[in-house]
């Protein structure tokens, strides 16, 4: 794929530029109307000359009503065990770039798909009002299987999910461990499926509810200064534009959020967190509980690292960051914002369909990783704990990986891919 050039439309041209230029309600409109009638097969191509070789990019179609672009590794050979790589946000399958060729080398097929709501990844509704039902964690689930399935597989050695892709692949493992055969989780901790109260009518006390994601905002607004939690943010309509139109610029937006959430911001120095409390969540980073007056483009902005650090930058390349601002400048943020409305929280929704599972734990083998500087971990205090004793039966490894933050992945490839290959190793052996 590298050193190919391709021709641009004037169309897409003006798509990519509309999203960053902040506060033209002309380029809005464009940048909105192009992207529903966008040709994906006209675009240049997915992640230009950054794309090592041996990675190729390729969509297929009827896919749970999706056509899923997807980058694959190892496709040369049939007959491969498979491996399904879940990307998270504001991420790509792009993101998984730097452990494919490992994966592909030790003989598997690696397989990386932009997920319902992202990248080249077409047939989700990217309007803010759109029915959320299809984000829901059990219908990501049914895009994991049923990409699977298409490609001709009825299980993988492994799906792995980072941040927003762990839930998905967490849920995959547990619901299907029959297509699903090991799991690893990245940054984001699985708590198990909510409960349902058992015994009461026997005089067994329910088990105390814990605060909803609006109850955790309303404590943390008396806090001083005043603050708020993310994915209520999140969950605004007024998010996508907040990130879309950065008044920085959306290359530099992309560039201090993945810099303040990663092992290169200093200030990145995660524990545990007694409760969920406002006093106790306060002490994370504003990336995660923000000042109530800002959007995420105000956050990161005072975090943009300087042209020397970026010039030192090896993991994220300025390149690299704008395969991220020229996706997301023509889908926009809010296909990738859905999940946050309906998979996370206290969605009542959700939380019924997924009490269908309670008592149920993932009892394939499965492994958690994060950077040893990433406060995902302990975002959700207590979580960390229940997918040990509880939501994980088999977790054979817990990893925090030393000179990485959120971006674990991309942040130190080589120990996550040595870490992948050990893991698949022992099960195979096993």
Sequence with gaps: MSGTVFNVSRRDFLVTASAAVGGMTVARDAARAAQVRTDIANLPPYGGNTIPPGIRSRRVATVNGLTVHFLEAGYETTGRPAVLLMH????????????????????????????????????????YDADPDPFRILNMVRDAIGLVYALGYRSV?????????APV?????????????????????????PAIPFDTANGATPPPRAPTDDELDAELAKLN????????????????????HAPQGLHAFFRAYYHYKSADWKGNHPHPLKART???MAQIPTYYVMERDKGMAETVAPF?????????????????????ATEYARTQFTGALQGYRVRRGSDPKTVAELQTFSGRSIDVPSMFIAGSSDWGVYQTPGA???????????????????????WVQQEQPEQVSRLFLQFLRDQRAG
Excluded at 90 to 96: F, G, T, V
Excluded at 102 to 107: E, K, Q, T
Excluded at 157 to 165: E, F, N, Q, Y
């Design 169 to 193: 692949a967490s849920w995959a493992a547990l619901i299907r461990p029959d297509v699903f055969r090991s799991v690893t989780i990245l940054s984001s901790p699985f708590e198990g499926p």
């Design 278 to 280: 406002a006093t106790e």
């Design 384 to 406: 960390v704990d229940r997918m040990q004793k509880t939501a994980c039966t088999r977790m054979v490894g817990f990893h925090l990986v030393d000179g990485a933050g959120h």
């Design 88 to 127: 998270g946000f504001p991420e790509l399958a792009y993101s998984w770039r730097k452990v494919m060729l490992p994966l592909a080398a030790a003989g598997y097929h690696v397989i990386a798909p932009d997920q319902r709501g992202y990248g080249r990844t077409t047939g989700w509704d990217d309007s």
């Design 225 to 244: 200064p005043p603050r708020k939690y993310y994915q209520n943010y999140q969950r605004t309509r007024g998010a996508n534009d907040n990130m879309l």
């Design 304 to 324: 943009m690292p300087s042209a020397a650090e970026i010039a030192a930058c090896k993991w994220l390349t300025e390149p690299e960051v704008e395969v991220y």
């Design 157 to 165: 050695a492994m799906v792995a999910g980072h941040d927003a892709g």
